[in-house]
Nanobody, 124 residues
Framework: QVLLVESGGGLVQTGGSLRLSCAAS????????MAWFRQAPGKEREFVGGVRWSNEFSYYADSVKGRFTLSRDYAKNTMYLEMNNLKPEDTAVYYC?????????????????WGQGTQVTISS
């Protein structure tokens, strides 16, 4: 039903910025929640932030509040994650996810569709 493809990962120095993209296809996203998760080696997949496609409500994990910002391009069916003031602990594979549930689930089990991930590495 929904195909998600992440892009924009790379290697950035501490304090730098990076913008990730999640392009969605397959059906309308009007009633979907879209979110970003990340997973570092040896750790569980962690919720980063999410937004309901049809409005401007968003929620961010405490670890990224004030540094990361979600945005949407409705014409391109694309969600972005603008990451600023990056830290070494932000290093992870970042995944895009989508859900038809009400609200913005913070657990991996709350999402129905997943992208393949994009690697973000922050040098210290």
């Amino acid at each position: 039903q929904v195909l998600l493809v992440e892009s924009g990962g790379g290697l950035v120095q501490t304090g730098g910025s990076l913008r990730l993209s999640c392009a969605a296809s397959g059906r309308t996203l009007s009633n979907y929640v879209m979110a970003w998760f990340r997973q570092a080696p040896g750790k569980e997949r962690e919720f980063v932030g999410g937004v309901r496609w049809s409005n401007e409500f968003s929620y961010y994990a405490d670890s990224v509040k004030g540094r990361f910002t979600l945005s949407r391009d409705y014409a391109k069916n694309t969600m972005y994650l603008e990451m600023n003031n990056l830290k070494p602990e932000d290093t992870a594979v970042y995944y895009c996810a989508a859900s038809i549930l009400i609200g913005i689930p913070k657990k991996e089990s709350g999402y129905d569709y997943w992208g393949q991930g994009t690697q973000v590495t922050i040098s210290s």
